[in-house]
């Protein structure tokens, strides 16, 4: 049974950090793309950044510099470190998974997603 779960989320100040973590049970990270997503309400959920099974990595414009994505195969669990974090970073931020035989772009058309945690970054 495939599963993600998301945690690390919560209330942090405007230049804080936040590391969220994607731990996925019923498949192995060599054999999925993990993506990272974050939407609001009454906007289209939108892709933050995904890494690939063969460790390539994707950034949306707006977290380029600040975000890092990582991995770790042993605990088959992906992390999310978001710095010097912004209002407009506010989300609840969805991890979801996508074969590597289909993935190709950090699109929020993926075949796993998780439940979400929510981000608030307080000015």
């Known amino acids: 049974q495939v599963q993600l779960v998301e945690s690390g989320g919560g209330l942090v100040q405007v230049g804080g950090s936040l590391r969220l973590s994607c731990a996925a049970s019923?498949?192995?990270?060599?054999?999925?793309?993990i993506g990272w997503f974050r939407q609001v309400p009454g906007k289209e959920r939108e892709g933050v950044s995904c890494i690939s099974s063969r460790i390539d990595t994707y950034y949306s414009d707006s977290v380029k510099g600040r975000f890092t994505i990582s991995r770790d195969v042993a605990k088959n669990t992906v992390y999310l470190q978001m710095d010097s974090l912004k209002p407009e970073d506010t989300a609840v931020y969805y991890c979801?998974?996508?074969?590597?035989?289909?993935?190709?772009?950090?699109?929020?058309?993926?075949?796993?997603w998780g439940k979400g945690t929510l981000v608030t970054v307080s000015s």
């Open positions: 979801g998974a996508r074969s590597s035989r289909r993935f190709r772009f950090c699109q929020p058309n993926m075949d796993y």
């Open positions: 019923g498949f192995t990270l060599d054999d999925y793309a």
